[in-house]
């Protein structure tokens, strides 16, 4: 029989993934609504393990040190997260591919692994800047079609009843665990590109303003 210990490790393991399926479908339908808010707590998380780790680089910190310099962090990262949106979300993401870029040709790396680094950041950060609406759909789409199946996957495997048990540790490379993740991926790309017409976007980028049925920012000098 499973002990206090396994029970509640068990809980706490159902509920994580209770919460991550949720927040996959949150992301794969709602991602594109919802960017300002959770890239604002992304900021905010960041911000609280930066001012950590700063603090920390510094001098022996005690948990009040610690406590402030993650609030601080995290207060300030959050605000910018929130007003800087686009410029947070392209230098992120141009800033990950580089360094994803940098590392895939091993350690050291080479001045040349630099420069193809830079350049592919660069490059993908002003595509972001760009086209957020269009990538930041198509990343909430995918991401949270993945976490989606891979969470509802890990709940169901240990079920006697679920089919060749394809999922759990085997979630992404089953068969039929990519075709779900596919047809949820093209569902929450046709959701959010249709979201203007039936949902609020006050927490978008484009800020809820709707014109000529896709959302766009309009410059505070115009009328109307």
Not at 5 to 13: D, M
Not at 115 to 135: N, P, S
Not at 147 to 168: I, K, S
Not at 174 to 179: C, D, E, K, Q, W
């Amino acid at each position: 029989m499973m002990g206090e210990t396994g029970i509640w490790i068990l809980a706490v393991a159902t509920s994580t993934l209770v919460l991550s399926l949720l927040l996959g479908l949150a992301h794969c339908f709602l991602g594109y609504v919802l960017f300002r808010i959770a890239l604002a707590i992304d900021g905010a998380v960041g911000g609280w393990l930066l001012g950590g780790m700063v603090v920390a680089a510094v001098r022996e910190p005690s948990e009040t040190d610690l406590l402030v310099a993650g609030l601080v962090g995290a207060v300030l990262l959050g605000m910018l997260a929130w007003i800087l949106f686009r410029t947070v979300f392209a230098l992120g993401a141009g800033a990950l591919v580089g360094m994803l870029v940098a590392t895939a040709f091993g350690e050291p790396i080479s001045t040349l692994a630099w420069v193809l680094a830079v350049a592919a950041g660069v490059v993908v950060a002003a595509i972001c800047y760009a086209q957020m609406r269009k990538v930041v759909i198509l990343l909430t789409s995918v991401g949270g079609a993945i976490m989606t199946v891979a969470a509802g996957g890990a709940l169901l495997a240990d079920l006697p009843w679920h089919p060749a048990r394809w999922v759990g540790a085997h979630a992404v490379g089953g068969p039929v665990a990519i075709l779900l993740m596919a047809g949820l991926a093209v569902a929450g790309v046709l959701v959010q590109r249709a979201s203007p017409f039936f949902l609020t976007e006050r927490y978008s980028p484009d800020g809820g303003r709707r014109r000529g049925g896709d959302s766009r920012v309009r410059p505070r000098f115009t009328k109307g």
